[in-house]
């Protein structure tokens, strides 16, 4: 009896000290569990509003369609984004930002995974490898956490095999070899439909309409029509869209000087500077704006913002 009773108290220390180390371990090391994955619907509404310049449609899209999407229990689909627009216009940024608002870890999270195609998927004779190795990574990384974020950087660029393999992904199936992908988030950025998004952006500035007056509406004719009849970079698209796979097409206008201003002013504050207003100036003024004759909006919208500073404080 005594015996017995020596062996359940043993038992029940080993327990407890068990399961206080896993607490513990659960809560050094990052798993996919809510205190590590959960999502802030506040924290990304203040981020989009003090990171993001100059995009009032995209923000008002990625807002409802992330919260709408993490709010829903049983999502009949995983949520696929598409990212559209010149560069430098804050469609990597956009991604991060969701990313922190639902990781934890943010980007470096690992069940955020970042592809850029001039950077993994190279050349077109590996393309059968690249196949393999991204459903492989795809079904495994989901395997092990349904709540995996993928980005594809430089989607224009992908080449179309590559695309129709991930496409089964980013379906209504309910799973696929035992495994479920609706709690998944993918992500698309490109630069197609940049021009005429571009164009879009101009004529209202032509009418003197003012910017915020542009809705989702108006650019939606500019985005399908690249989407649809742009022949380099249509082709993924068009197979995408058939099929209705794209929850949203979100388009990026081109930045105009007063939000480079501003994308310089909180630069300079995340480098833990004092915010000058001078050296952002003469860093924007520097920059190169297109169309020739107006010049209203920076070529490379607040991208190497970062390194241009540098120079000039
Ligand atoms: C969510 O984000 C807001 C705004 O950034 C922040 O104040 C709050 O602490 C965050 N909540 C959680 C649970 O992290
Ligand atoms: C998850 O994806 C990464 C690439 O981001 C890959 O290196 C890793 O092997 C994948 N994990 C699994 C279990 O497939």
Not at 31 to 60: M, Y
Not at 141 to 146: A, K, R, S
Not at 173 to 196: K, P, T
Not at 213 to 224: D, F, K, N, T, V
């Given at each position: 009896?005594?015996?017995?009773?020596?062996?359940?108290?043993?038992a029940s220390i080993?327990v407890?000290?068990f399961?206080m180390?896993?607490?513990?371990?659960?809560?050094?090391y990052?798993c996919?569990?809510?205190g590590?994955?959960s999502f802030n619907?506040?924290?990304?509404e203040v981020?989009?509003?003090?990171?993001?310049?100059?995009?009032h449609?995209a923000?008002?899209?990625?807002?409802k369609?992330?919260?709408?999407?993490m709010?829903?229990?049983?999502?009949?689909k995983?949520?696929v984004?598409?990212l559209?627009?010149w560069?430098?216009?804050?469609k990597?940024?956009?991604?991060?930002l969701?990313?922190?608002?639902?990781?934890?870890?943010g980007m470096?999270?690992?069940?955020?995974?970042?592809?850029?195609?001039s950077?993994?998927?190279?050349?077109?004779s590996q393309?059968?490898?690249?196949?393999s190795?991204?459903?492989?990574?795809i079904?495994g990384?989901?395997t092990n956490?349904?709540?995996?974020?993928?980005i594809f950087?430089e989607?224009?660029?992908?080449?179309p095999g590559?695309?129709?393999?991930?496409?089964?992904?980013l379906d209504?199936?309910?799973?696929l070899?035992g495994?479920s992908?609706r709690?998944?988030i993918?992500?698309?950025l490109?630069?197609?439909?940049g021009?005429?998004?571009t164009?879009?952006?101009?004529?209202?500035?032509?009418?003197?309409r003012?910017?915020?007056?542009?809705?989702?509406?108006h650019?939606?004719?500019?985005l399908?029509?690249?989407?649809?009849?742009?022949?380099?970079s249509?082709l993924?698209?068009?197979?995408?869209?058939?099929k209705?796979?794209?929850?949203?097409?979100?388009?990026f206008?081109?930045?105009?000087y007063?939000?480079?201003?501003?994308?310089?002013m909180a630069?300079m504050?995340a480098?833990?500077?004092?915010p000058?207003?001078d050296?952002?100036d003469q860093?924007?003024?520097d920059l190169?704006y297109?169309?020739?004759?107006?010049k209203i909006?920076?070529?490379k919208?607040c991208?190497t913002?970062g390194?241009k500073l540098d120079y000039?404080?």
């Amino acid at each position: 009896m005594r015996q017995f009773m020596l062996g359940f108290v043993f038992a029940s220390i080993a327990v407890v000290v068990f399961t206080m180390y896993q607490n513990v371990f659960y809560y050094v090391y990052e798993c996919c569990r809510p205190g590590w994955i959960s999502f802030n619907r506040t924290g990304l509404e203040v981020a989009l509003d003090q990171k993001l310049f100059g995009q009032h449609v995209a923000s008002r899209v990625i807002q409802k369609a992330v919260t709408g999407f993490m709010n829903n229990k049983n999502p009949k689909k995983p949520l696929v984004l598409s990212l559209h627009g010149w560069t430098g216009t804050g469609k990597n940024l956009v991604s991060q930002l969701i990313a922190e608002n639902i990781y934890k870890e943010g980007m470096a999270s690992s069940f955020v995974h970042q592809f850029v195609t001039s950077t993994h998927f190279l050349h077109s004779s590996q393309l059968e490898n690249y196949k393999s190795q991204l459903q492989q990574w795809i079904k495994g990384n989901v395997t092990n956490c349904p709540r995996s974020m993928f980005i594809f950087d430089e989607m224009d660029k992908m080449h179309p095999g590559l695309i129709d393999c991930i496409k089964p992904y980013l379906d209504y199936y309910e799973n696929l070899d035992g495994v479920s992908y609706r709690q998944a988030i993918f992500i698309f950025l490109s630069n197609a439909g940049g021009e005429h998004i571009t164009q879009v952006a101009l004529d209202f500035w032509k009418a003197g309409r003012d910017r915020e007056e542009m809705e989702l509406q108006h650019l939606e004719p500019a985005l399908s029509l690249s989407v649809f009849n742009n022949k380099q970079s249509g082709l993924w698209h068009t197979s995408l869209v058939d099929k209705n796979l794209v929850d949203f097409f979100v388009p990026f206008l081109p930045l105009e000087y007063r939000h480079v201003l501003l994308c310089g002013m909180a630069e300079m504050s995340a480098k833990g500077l004092e915010p000058n207003q001078d050296v952002v100036d003469q860093m924007a003024r520097d920059l190169v704006y297109f169309p020739k004759s107006e010049k209203i909006f920076s070529v490379k919208g607040c991208k190497t913002i970062g390194g241009k500073l540098d120079y000039y404080t």
